[in-house]
């Protein structure tokens, strides 16, 4: 029987020495993550002291999350030796720490870090509910994670074939993130869909196309995230904390 999709080395995309572009894009890309967790942070960022990123790649985003002053001492790690592609500009020397991971077992002690995240991996990960398990154990108060929510009406087997390339094995609709979550024993306080910032549009052609594509798309989630994300992909970011340190059941 023939496979329906080409199955590669996983995250074989990911090792390596990074181009310039590549480097770019991720320094552009860091921008909007970061953006995502201050926001859904609020007031709360205040309170952040230490912070560890899980699939660190470049730092870049731990980099710019320093920069808007979210935390005061910072950790990544990741299972490709983040010294292969660190950026270079204020993220290699203190407070910044960095290693490599078995991808397994988080080598730090519970609640450890007041904010431990993972901005686009658990798409990455063979066991999400077990990664999930290890971010929250690590953390002393919040947990944020952010996936592309590929899984929509205009979805099919090439577009999986072309994600599949780069890592991509779990695939999500808004709902279906928020499901994980939470049945990995996480309570949601704080949920967020997201289109890409105009700079991350326009990386990849010009600005006048980026910003057409991006009026368009982001008129549509304004008027309903529901259909936005039926029709295309978007990125939800989702702020946690353990369940059983939750504070009392809201109305949501």
């Keep these: 029987m023939t496979m329906e999709f080409s199955i590669g080395q996983h995250n074989a995309h990911y090792e390596g020495v990074y181009s310039a572009q590549e480097r770019d894009w991720r320094r552009v890309c860091a921008v909007d993550k970061a953006d995502h967790i201050a926001?859904?942070?609020?007031?709360?960022?205040?309170?952040?002291?230490?912070?560890?990123e899980v699939g660190c790649g470049t730092g870049a985003?731990?980099?710019?999350?320093?920069?808007?002053?979210?935390?005061?001492?910072?950790?990544?790690?990741?299972?490709?030796?983040?010294a292969t592609n660190l950026e270079t500009d204020g993220a290699a020397s203190a407070p910044f720490r960095w290693s490599s991971y078995d991808g397994a077992t988080i080598p730090f002690a519970d609640g450890s870090f007041d904010l431990v995240y993972a901005s686009h991996?658990?798409?990455?990960?063979?066991?999400?509910?077990?990664?999930?398990?290890?971010?929250?154990?690590?953390?002393?108060?919040f947990i944020y994670l952010e996936v592309p929510c590929e899984l929509h009406a205009r979805t099919n087997r090439r577009a999986l074939q072309s994600t599949l390339d780069i890592g991509h094995i779990n695939f999500?609709?808004?709902?279906?993130?928020?499901?994980?979550?939470?049945?990995?024993g996480l309570?949601?306080?704080?949920?967020?869909?997201?289109?890409?910032?105009?700079?991350?549009?326009?990386?990849?052609?010009?600005?006048?196309?980026?910003?057409?594509?991006?009026?368009v798309r982001k008129?549509?989630?304004s008027v309903s995230p529901e259909l936005a994300?039926?029709?295309?992909?978007?990125?939800?970011?989702?702020?946690?904390?353990?369940?059983?340190?939750?504070?009392?059941p809201r109305d949501r």
């Design 121 to 141: 991996v658990l798409e990455h990960v063979p066991e999400p509910r077990a990664f999930l398990h290890e971010l929250a154990r690590v953390a002393r108060n």
């Design 39 to 52: 926001g859904l942070l609020g007031a709360s960022a205040a309170g952040v002291g230490n912070v560890l």
């Design 172 to 184: 999500y609709t808004p709902d279906t993130f928020r499901l994980v979550l939470e049945t990995a």
């Design 61 to 82: 985003v731990l980099a710019r999350l320093s920069a808007i002053g979210i935390g005061r001492d910072f950790t990544g790690i990741d299972v490709i030796d983040p």
């Design 229 to 248: 994300t039926r029709l295309a992909t978007y990125h939800c970011g989702a702020l946690c904390r353990r369940a059983e340190a939750a504070p009392p």
């Design 219 to 221: 008129s549509l989630l």
């Design 187 to 215: 309570d949601v306080v704080g949920f967020g869909t997201y289109d890409h910032s105009l700079p991350v549009h326009a990386f990849h052609s010009s600005r006048v196309k980026g910003l057409a594509k991006s009026l």
